[in-house]
């Protein structure tokens, strides 16, 4: 095929539940490409020589190969091909923001859209959970164990780095359940939990050992890991951690949840089952959420589809510096939650009972820069208002947990209380490596990813020179 | 899936179970406490570690009923299992010679004032534990407390065994009584019963370290539900406590975060007594009672 003619094909579209079904269900949104459709978008692809889309992506996926190989059909090569760089492809496909990394530098951009790179390789790894028995065959094995803390993106995808090359590994977990956000903050009607479930599973089945219920710091300490559990080497990724609140008067009332605690109660407890879980949720049929993040986005999507209306999100700044993927705030506003800008709220109203009733709330407008190169949004003196609500989210961020490092005090640490790696990832402790949320704060999927590839080579450079 | 190696009746409504864990048992300190679930789709919840036995790797947990999850953990017999136990966590009791401790428990709280009792014993302490029950049925873990404590004063409501009426008015004698200082009061229980601790010594200013109870979901920090105000300032029970400065912690605010759920904690459990295979179970359980009783 001619690129002219490559040029003529238009962007193909996600096959997606209508709106107004979906608002009310926790089925995924987004149904997936048929193969013409994949293979027609796959065309698409220059096949650039330079390809501008892999110095984009964090994990470093052959992009222009695996969509050749999909535009020829081969879905077996296509999904090699993935695999070899990431090995969580179903849920990459799934939560990357593509349109801030590959995408947004994929040729085809410049003019008109970015081919769909996203979505072809959520088909590719859809195809593979379907169409393959084994997806990876581990090689002989070294001898060498390594422990990993945590089974968020970036302990998954250490794991399956290191035991590609015959480390034995074994994840501790200390929730019930391995994926770490995946599995209790990303909602199911964005990332379904069969999907983490395989991929978690393709990587038991290489070997890998998930020991769930182990609270790193507490349950063990990293130094006994290794100097005592016969661990050679050790990954720490537990993630972000504690939810930070506002600080503002009215967070103790019933019905004033952190999006993790809300996102925890719904998707890995279970609570949007309704009758089917024993953990509970508050009900209500005004719900605020306070943010502008995925996270926040997750939130006020969820207290829609358990009946909100209005479900209202209310954010600082303005609606360009939203951090949340745009595919999210489309979505959002589709399904009828309403996006209040420039809206910062400053108490929480209780109706004498200890419930939430309201949030008084202050308009703001956009000043001079600040530190992060955004205009800061300054308050409007007297533009006080109230919503009335009787659930109220904050999706403001989270803080380091220190329940590992404090039992650790050998690990330097950054005034945040985030770890601090070299350019391995390898922390003051020789040995002991780390990335994700617990090094960079919060971030992505993808970039946390990203640390636990870096760590996985580093780490197997450390054992293969006698560490 | 953990053991359980003994499960037995210590109290109507109160349960201990032993539980075969070893990582927990070998490295739990006074204080600490695990979260539990006991089926598919149940709810986490905290139980404090009662005492535990790193040798034979088992931990000792005591349930009290008061909804679903607590009455399947008490259905549970020997030879069957908890589908999930995590931790130790929290932070540890500081155990420090403080001279005169008074340990003040009520109900189950005195399951976790026994492992404090010990601790405190064993670094030089003189240890007065003062437990209450409702009547004479209730009072649990007397004998083991005898062991470790160098008096234990079993309290009644109903004046039916040892002193007649609340554990703060036996506290208030001891407090009282001159010829023997008390230094620091460690207390757990119900919620107004600490709250009424504190208030007794808060009068001497005396040094009181209260248990926490919250509604928890994680235990390891990531939620935030488990927050009260200590000092006028937020804290996260798991993570920052259990245990805090009684005279600092907003005992109000907790009464009431703990009301939360009501209505769907009741509901579930109404549809768990509804339950043919769960009734049989626990009503086998609950004969055993009968019998060790007469
Ligand atoms: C609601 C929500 C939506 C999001 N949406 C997106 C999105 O669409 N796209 C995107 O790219 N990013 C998104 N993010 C951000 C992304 O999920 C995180 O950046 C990413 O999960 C970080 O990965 P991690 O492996 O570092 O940690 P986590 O995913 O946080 O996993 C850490 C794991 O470690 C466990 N752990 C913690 N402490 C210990 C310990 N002491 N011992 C043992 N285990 C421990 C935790 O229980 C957890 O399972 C979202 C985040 C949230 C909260
Ligand atoms: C650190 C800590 C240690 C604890 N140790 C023990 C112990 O050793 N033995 C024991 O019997 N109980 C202990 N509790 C209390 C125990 O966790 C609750 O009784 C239990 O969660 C109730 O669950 P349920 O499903 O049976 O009842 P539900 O029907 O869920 O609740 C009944 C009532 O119990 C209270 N409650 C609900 N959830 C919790 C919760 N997570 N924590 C505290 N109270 C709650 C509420 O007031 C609620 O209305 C402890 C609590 C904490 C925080
Ligand atoms: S930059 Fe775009 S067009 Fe070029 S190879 Fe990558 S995906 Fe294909
Ligand atoms: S229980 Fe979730 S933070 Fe304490």
Known sequence: MKPAERMKIPRQTMPEQEAEVRARNFSEVNLGMALEVARREADRCLRCKDAKCVPGCPVDVDIAGFIAAIADGDLPKAADIMYEANVLPGITGRVCPQETQCEEVCVRAKKGSAVAIGYLERFVADWARENREQIFTPPPPTGKAVAIVGSGPAGLTCAGELAKKGHEVTIFEALHKPGGVLVYGIPEFRLPKEIVKSEVDALRQMGVKIECNVIIGLTYTVTELLEKEGFDAVFIANGAGL????????????????????????????????????????????????????????????ARRLGADPATLVYRRSRAEMPARIEEIKHAEEEGVVLDILVNPVEILGDGDGWVRGVVCQRMELGEPDDSGRRRPVPIPGSEFEIPCQIFVEAIGTRANPLLTQSTPELKLNKWGNIEVDEHGMTSIPGVFAGGDIVRGGATVILAMGDGKVAASGIHDYLSKGG | MFLIHEAKWLAPRVRQLIVEAPRVASHHQPGHFVIVRCHYDGERIPLTIADSD??????????????????????LEAGEHVLDIAGPLGKPTEIEKFGHVVLVGGGVGTAVIYPQAGALKSVG????????????????????????????????DDGSYGYGGFVTGKLEELVNDGSNPVDAVLTAG????????????????????????????????????????????????????????????????????????????????ARLRKDPAHKCKFEAAERELKESTG
């Not at chain 2, 119900?190 to 808060?202: F, G, L, N, S, Y």
């Open chain 2, 125 to 156: 302490n003189k240890v007065t534990a003062v437990i209450g029950g409702r009547s004479k049925a209730y009072v649990i873990l007397e004998d083991e407390l005898k062991a470790v404590c160098d008096a234990v004063y079993p309290c009644t």
């Open chain 2, 190 to 269: 119900p919620v107004p019963m600490m709250k009424a601790v504190a208030k007794v010594t808060r009068e001497k200013s005396i040094l009181t370290i209260a248990s926490l109870n919250p509604i928890m979901v994680d235990g390891t920090g990531m939620c935030g539900g488990c927050r009260v105000t200590v000092d006028g300032k937020q804290r996260f029970a798991c993570v920052h406590g259990p245990e805090f400065d009684a005279h600092k912690v907003d005992f109000d605010e907790l009464t009431d975060r703990l009301t939360a759920y009501r209505d769907q904690e009741e509901a579930t459990w």
């Open chain 1, 243 to 302: 939810p930070i609140f506002q600080g503002i008067p009215g967070e103790h009332l019933k019905g004033v949840y952190s999006a993790n605690e809300y996102l925890t109660r719904v998707n890995l407890m279970g609570a949007f089952k309704g009758e089917g879980s024993d953990t509970p949720v508050i009900k209500s049929t005004q719900v605020v959420v306070v943010g502008g993040g995925n996270t926040a986005m997750d939130a006020v999507r969820t």
């Open chain 2, 54 to 75: 790193p040798k034979a790797g088992t931990i000792t947990l005591v349930i009290q009923i008061v909804g679903a999850t607590t009455e399947r953990l008490c259905a």
